[in-house]
């Protein structure tokens, strides 16, 4: 990998918008090339952390729900935030649990994702979860969450019909797939 020095320089910066789950700085830099320019970066507070419970069988579990930003209805692998700070596994566990109702023995992890390094330094990481027992699922207040249970094959299907688009869903199902052969 090569490491490089950044070409920009930050002039300065300033948070333009802060919430719970995200601050948007505004800077003002010089660009490689030594010319003024802005830069408009989006920071998440928590790490993204999504899951793909895989049974016996080679079956997985998708979460459903209406995603505001997008307005769309969209099927994803069980995924929340994680505080800085907190153990992703901790969160992973905690996630899987309160989504789908399931209890994994061994978690292992499958992938490191930047969502969109082009505006914000989102990272993610997805997990693969195994050794699954059923439990009642705990979703947050604001989750109107439906769950089905489709082999990875099917899963497989919905992003390459692109009926799965979510970043970390379609990294997720793409590598399992592959390291499962299918």
């Not at 995200?22 to 030594?34: A, D, F, Q, S, T």
């Not at 935030?81 to 292992?108: D, F, H, Q, S």
């Amino acid at each position: 990998m090569i490491q490089q020095k950044s070409p920009w320089k930050t002039l300065s910066e300033k948070t333009a918008y802060e919430n719970n789950w995200i601050e948007v700085v505004h800077k003002e830099m010089l660009n490689p090339n030594g010319n003024p320019a802005i830069y408009g970066q989006v920071n998440f507070k928590n790490i993204a952390i999504g899951i793909i419970p895989i049974d016996e069988e080679g079956f997985t579990w998708l979460v459903g729900q209406y995603r505001v930003p997008l307005d769309e209805y969209s099927w994803e692998i069980p995924e929340g935030g994680c505080p800085i700070g907190e153990e992703w596994v901790a969160c992973a566990k905690r996630e899987l649990k309160e989504e789908t109702g399931l209890i994994a023995e061994e978690y292992e992890l499958l992938l490191k994702i930047h969502t969109s390094n082009s505006v914000c330094k989102e990272v993610g990481y997805v997990f693969t979860a195994k050794g699954l027992s059923q439990s009642d699922a705990q979703p947050e207040d604001t989750e109107d969450l439906k769950v089905k249970k489709v082999h990875i094959s099917e899963a497989l299907e919905m992003v390459m019909n692109n009926e799965i688009t979510d970043s970390l869903s379609v990294a997720g199902i793409l590598k399992v797939a592959r390291n499962l052969n299918i």
